[in-house]
């Protein structure tokens, strides 16, 4: 089943989530045959949970901490994310890895400690306009999944990996279907059966057109998330009987 996930980044506060998700609801209600997800932050996680409740939206985090508790100031746990109803985690995004200086090492952790706790991770992965430029994409992306996935034998069905090109993320300016499409079926190729999400500039106009290819297998979605009516077109979108 496709996955329609919409990553909220730093937007929205509790009221706001609660307004986007009234409106929302309604919007995508009855649809079943993919699966939708929103990823507010943290502080926005038990109203959210509260009005998913019974509806076909599902819950996830924009990012967790590998560890159980203990001293880790301003950290977030799995159990605590679990008890909030979440059940996807995005992990190693790119504003993660280039902002917040999440290293590889890190990200397995993480990786390893969503799937102790039977969280999804969705993993995601994206080479520089300079890697690109210098022709490394694949290695870039081979790379990172290596290192992300270290210690883990086999992911198939335990795992969403996200290609998110970190030139095309927020830019306007997307990956082109085609370019996607070789990316995806490379990673298919080294994971096996995994299901890749596209994400980097995706908006209601070209969502079709990604999802049209056949190893784009979803799409994660920030800035045309943050309004209930786009990402409800971008859902949409991916509905077979939409045309
Ligand atoms: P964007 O962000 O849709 O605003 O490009 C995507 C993402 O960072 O997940």
């Known amino acids: 089943m496709e996955l329609l996930a919409a990553n909220w980044k730093m937007n ?5 989530t609660k307004e986007y998700l009234e409106k929302f609801l309604g919007l995508v209600e009855g649809i079943k045959d993919v699966e939708i997800l929103v990823c507010p932050p943290f502080t926005s996680l038990c109203v959210a949970k509260e009005m998913l409740e019974g509806s076909n939206v599902k819950l996830g985090a924009q990012n967790c901490y590998h560890e159980q508790k203990g001293a880790f100031t301003g950290e977030v746990s799995l159990d ?33 400690a969503c799937l102790e706790k039977d969280i999804r991770p969705i993993l995601c992965v994206g080479e520089k306009i300079e890697e690109r430029e210098a022709g490394m994409t694949l290695k870039v ?13 086999d992911v198939s069905n335990r795992i969403d990996i996200a290609y998110e090109p970190v030139w095309a993320i927020g ?15 490379f990673i298919k190729d080294l994971l096996g059966d995994v299901r890749v999400l596209y994400g980097g500039s995706v908006n209601p106009q070209n969502a079709k057109d990604f999802l049209s290819m056949p190893d784009v297998d979803g799409l994660l979605v920030g800035t045309a998330s943050l309004d209930p009516s786009s990402f409800a077109q971008i859902v949409k979108a991916s509905c077979r009987d939409q045309g």
């Not at 929205?12 to 706001?16: A, G, I, L, Q, V």
């Open 12 to 16: 929205k506060t509790p009221k706001e």
């Open 80 to 112: 605590m994310l679990k008890e909030l109803g979440v059940s996807y985690v995005i992990v190693g995004h790119s504003e993660r890895r280039w902002i917040f200086g999440e290293t590889d090492e890190l990200i397995n952790k993480k990786v390893i």
């Open 141 to 153: 992306i081979e790379s990172q999944l290596k290192l992300a996935l270290s210690g883990l034998d």
């Open 171 to 185: 830019s306007g300016n997307p990956a082109t279907p085609e370019d996607a499409q070789l990316v995806h079926r």
